[in-house]
């Protein structure tokens, strides 16, 4: 049976403290909020921390509000349950709610966070596995070994970069605020990234994430396909989140990202260039069908699935080009609806 | 630092389950809520079947929210109202409506799954109790069954949304 390794744990009375803490036990020391991703990583021994220091309890972090710009700062506290059952932001952001919707199952939902969903690890079938799994098989360079079973010539670790509101956010544009006792800064969501499955984090391991800052959505729509085997509880095996923008017919500006298939998610808004100009209703209605072929196919060039997760790699990187066809529809078809 | 820092501390806590506060000594806020319940407070009703969120057979309401007691802390239950399979009784005994349409409806095979999908049904029809049957399969997408095949559920599910209208209509 799996079990709890021993730790102590800590629960800071404020953000402020959390961070002090954070600094004075160094790497000792994880963060933990809602618990859904660190905890069982803990019981399968890939991750270890002597000391938790817990958010979860932190008001502070649970807030909800417009910015003067007219977007909307969440904390990073706020459970994906919340973020899921909005009607506002639904509305605004149906991309990024819909990634929400998309994670695991209801009960963990109620728990999980949209701060610890940005910081969720990166996966791979040779490393979610027990320690007993890992150590009969052989460890591997993530975790207690020192190669890599997928890519036994990488130099560096393909897990698979997981969040489903990682490329949400980062397709409209959002940044988050980070927080540590060296003091705060804020970042776009992308620059929380590194290509590299081991060290999937470019923020250093005490900065606390604060909030999330999502933009105005005036004139834009977004959504979020996923690719898994079920319905419910996995996770994304291959993912693609658009935002469009249109203030009427025509298609202004358009932004893609697609996740699962790489270390990070990757940026690759260059490829919707050819959707600027467009009008909604084209696009739907089937006329510019070879046009949005063009767009899937450059915008899943970059993706280098490998055979480290569920469902064959090809396959996935064939529904990357699928899932930026259905994502952009999706996107246009809320924007036509809109402007009706 | 000085590895003194790295022994947790033992400590006497309440934990409120069921309605009752309940005292949990020489403990450490570390330990997961499911063992707690399990090991500390005898409460068995709540399976720990893959201890890492992936089952649902240690669904628990916190603060009339579900959640999965095998990912969660002690430290996180403090303070809050916790109800296990063996609180939707109102005496403690006896069984509740969607219990005895489980049993009506065949929908309990090896039976490890049960008391999780108990909560996670009960906590649907007390939120939707008209719920759709594609609401019932979103309530209960993060319970695994692995003898089932869910027909089964679903119909229970559907016998007690009736067997709980025909109550309040007699009201
Ligand atoms: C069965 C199962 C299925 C899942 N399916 C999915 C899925 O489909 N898609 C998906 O995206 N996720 C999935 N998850 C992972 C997880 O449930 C979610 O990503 C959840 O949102 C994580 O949030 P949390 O608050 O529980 O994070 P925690 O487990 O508390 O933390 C996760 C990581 O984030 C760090 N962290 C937490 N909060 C902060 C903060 N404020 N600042 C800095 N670092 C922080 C922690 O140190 C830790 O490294 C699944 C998990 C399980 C067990
Ligand atoms: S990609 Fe390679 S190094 Fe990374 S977790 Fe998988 S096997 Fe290990
Ligand atoms: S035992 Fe908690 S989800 Fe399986
Ligand atoms: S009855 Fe056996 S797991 Fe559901």
New binding site residues.
């Given amino acids: 049976m799996l079990r709890l390794p021993r730790f102590r744990y800590l629960r800071p009375q404020s953000v402020a403290e959390a961070a002090d803490l954070m600094a004075e036990h160094g790497e000792q020391a994880?963060?933990?909020?809602?618990?859904?991703?660190?905890?069982?990583k803990m019981k399968r021994g890939q991750m270890e921390a002597e000391i938790l220091v817990g958010?979860g309890h932190l008001a502070e972090?649970r807030q909800l509000e417009r910015s003067d710009d007219g977007g909307l700062r969440i904390g990073?506290?706020v459970t994906?349950s919340q973020i899921v059952h909005d009607a506002a932001l639904a509305r605004l952001y149906p991309g990024y709610v819909r990634a929400a919707a998309?994670?695991?199952?209801p009960a963990?939902r109620n728990?999980?966070?949209?701060?610890?969903?940005l910081?969720?690890?990166t996966r791979c079938n040779f490393y979610d596995q027990s320690y007993e799994w890992r150590m009969a098989v052989g460890f591997c360079m993530k975790k207690d070994g020192d190669i890599c079973r997928v890519a036994p010539a990488s130099k560096r670790c393909r897990a698979i970069a997981?969040?489903?509101?990682a490329p949400a956010a980062m397709a409209l544009g959002a940044t988050v605020t980070l927080v540590s006792s060296a003091g705060r800064r804020e970042v776009p969501v992308s620059a929380l990234y590194e290509d590299d499955g081991q060290f999937y984090l470019a923020k250093a391991a005490d900065?606390?994430?604060e909030s999330i800052q999502l933009p105005a959505a005036t004139d834009w729509s977004s959504s979020y396909v996923k690719v898994r085997r079920r319905g419910s509880?996995?996770?994304?095996l291959a993912g693609v989140a658009v935002a469009l923008k249109a203030a009427g017919p025509v298609i202004e500006e358009g932004r893609i990202v697609i996740t699962a298939v790489a270390s990070r998610p990757l940026d690759v808004s260059e490829a919707a260039e050819p959707l600027v100009g467009c009008t909604l209703a084209s696009l739907l209605e089937g006329q510019r069908d070879e046009l949005l072929t063009g767009v899937a196919a450059s915008a899943a060039r970059p993706a280098k699935p490998l055979d480290n997760a569920d469902l064959h790699y090809v396959w996935r990187k064939q529904m990357t080009r699928r899932g930026v066809e259905q994502a952009v529809r999706e996107a246009a078809t809320a924007l036509l609806a809109r402007s009706a | 630092m000085t590895n003194t820092t790295s022994v947790p501390e033992l400590l006497s806590y309440t934990l409120n389950v069921n309605g009752r506060d309940h005292q949990v000594s020489d403990a450490e806020l570390g330990e997961n809520l499911l063992f707690v319940l399990r090991e500390r407070l005898g409460l068995r009703g709540s399976k720990n079947a893959c201890e890492?969120?992936?089952c649902g057979s240690c669904s628990v309401l916190v603060d009339g929210r579900l959640e999965c007691s095998c990912?969660m802390l002690a430290a996180a239950a403090t303070g809050r109202q916790i109800v296990t399979v063996e609180g939707l009784t109102p005496s403690g005994d006896g069984l509740s409506e969607v219990q005895e349409a489980f049993v009506a409806e065949g929908a309990v095979q090896c039976g490890f799954c049960t008391p999780g999908l108990i909560v996670s049904v009960s906590d649907l029809l007390d939120r939707l109790p008209l719920a759709t049957e594609l609401e019932i399969r979103e309530a209960i997408s993060g319970n695994l069954c692995r003898c089932t095949g869910y027909g089964r559920i679903i119909a229970a599910v559907q016998a007690a949304q009736h067997a709980r209208s025909a109550r309040e209509a007699l009201r």
């Fill in positions: 994880m963060l933990v909020a809602g618990g859904t991703d660190l905890l069982p958010l972090l990073a506290g994906l998309l994670v695991s199952s963990l728990a999980g966070t949209i701060g610890g969903n910081c969720v690890d997981s969040s489903d509101t900065e606390i994430i509880i996995d996770f994304p | 890492q969120g992936e990912t």
